[in-house]
């Protein structure tokens, strides 16, 4: 064999070698999804696969052969997309502090040829008012569209008919619904997203479902530290514990991950849709983000340069996140001397606020009004935050 081609296939061979070794393993009983990587996606917010369990997934499958059957089977999965949590997001939101939905995800799967996605982006994209009033919830909720969703032992319609949907659970490989997107598919399958989500255990960010971690202890002490500390190193140790033959370990170290993963996914599409209404809180979102995935730098970039655009934004971020650390239930203060320091702080941070109200830019106006009700109110509560002796 000649050199030239031996090399060749020495690099496929790697590269091959590489793309199993970064695969992520899945405990037994969660789906493998597959489908999601960079270069399948094609429109909506970006997801990775743990967006797609410990919550309510459902899957609508397209494949378009024209312009006028990727309309209809996009219509079809507007239809669904009531169902995402996303959906409840009011159209007027008071993000400073609000509580993002979770618990049901809805995404496209392109299942067509190698046209479909430019057929699907070319009707998403579509400038026709009708069209585009339609689809608005879709557009609303970023609905994630990729090539090829699926995980080993998923379901398909029958004689390859699409659309088609079904349902998972926040755990299990076995779909609640599988079915055409007739009127009686589109009843049954809401019928059991309802029941779905009706079981969904409680969920708190980088846990999720898991109440006091019995095996990766390490988590707790890296978000309770005073200075930030990036969750590389022991996101790292629980990746490797979903392989633990142990399957209690397996279970708590894939609810951790997901947990963890998609609250970095949570933040990041939140900070793209708050940054132009509320800069300020985008701004202590993203010191958020970046104090434990340092290199989410890049992906927020752009939301980044928006709020440096805005004056005096990110003072008020800076203020937020003091009133979220204080404000929180379980903070004390070690004795009366850091309850007085911490006022005087408070007092200092009024004046700001109070110069800051007479913004000429409404955002930061309004912002600084808000927070200093919340300042005042601090102000009294501090002093009696005083651990007991």
Not at 172 to 199: H, I, N, Q, R, S
Not at 202 to 227: A, C, I, M
Not at 279 to 289: K, T
Not at 306 to 332: H, M, R, Y
Request: aromatic share 8%; charged share 30%.
């Amino acid at each position: 064999m000649p050199m030239r081609r031996l090399v060749l296939v020495f690099l496929a061979v790697f590269a091959a070698a590489c793309a199993v070794a970064a695969k992520v393993p899945v405990a037994e009983g969660y789906p493998a999804w597959e489908g999601l990587d960079e270069r399948d996606y094609i429109w909506g917010r970006k997801i990775v696969p743990s967006d797609l369990r410990q919550k309510v997934t459902v899957v609508v499958e397209v494949a378009p052969t024209d312009e006028e059957s990727a309309r209809e089977q996009l219509l079809a999965a507007a239809s669904v997309v009531s169902q995402d949590s996303f959906a409840g997001i009011p159209h007027a939101v008071v993000w400073s502090h609000y509580k993002m939905p979770r618990g049901v995800t809805v995404v496209v799967s392109d299942c067509g040829g190698k046209e479909s996605a430019d057929l699907l982006l070319g009707v998403l994209k579509s400038k026709d008012e009708g069209l585009s009033k339609k689809l608005e919830t879709f557009k609303r909720v970023r609905t994630p569209v990729y090539r090829g969703i699926t995980f080993p032992g998923a379901p398909g319609p029958k004689e390859g008919k699409r659309p088609f949907a079904y349902v998972m659970g926040h755990a299990g490989v076995e779909p609640l619904f599988a079915g055409a997107l007739d009127a009686k598919g589109l009843a049954a399958l809401k019928a059991a997203v309802k029941a779905a989500k009706a079981k969904l255990p409680k969920w708190r960010p980088f846990y999720g479902s898991v109440v006091d971690p019995q095996h990766f202890k390490g988590l707790e002490t890296v978000l309770n530290s005073s200075k930030p500390k990036p969750l590389a190193s022991e996101f790292s140790k629980i990746r490797k514990g979903i392989q633990d033959k142990d399957p209690e370990v397996s279970k708590e170290a894939q609810i951790l991950y997901d947990a963890i993963e998609q609250t970095r996914s949570d933040l990041v599409v939140r900070i793209s849709m708050e940054v132009w209404t509320s800069p300020y809180r985008a701004a202590y979102d993203v010191a958020e983000l970046t104090k434990y995935w340092p290199s989410e730098k890049r992906s927020v970039a752009r939301y980044v340069n928006a709020i440096k655009a805005v004056p005096d934004a990110d003072k008020l971020g800076t203020v937020f996140g003091k009133i979220v650390a204080w404000a929180d239930p379980s903070f004390e203060c070690k004795n009366e001397a850091e309850a007085k320091k911490i006022v005087s702080e408070l007092r200092k941070m009024k004046k700001t606020l109070e110069r800051l109200k007479a913004s000429k830019n409404m955002t930061v106006q309004g912002g600084a009004m808000a927070l200093e009700s919340e300042v005042d109110e601090l102000i009294d509560v501090i002093p009696s935050k005083v651990a007991p002796k």
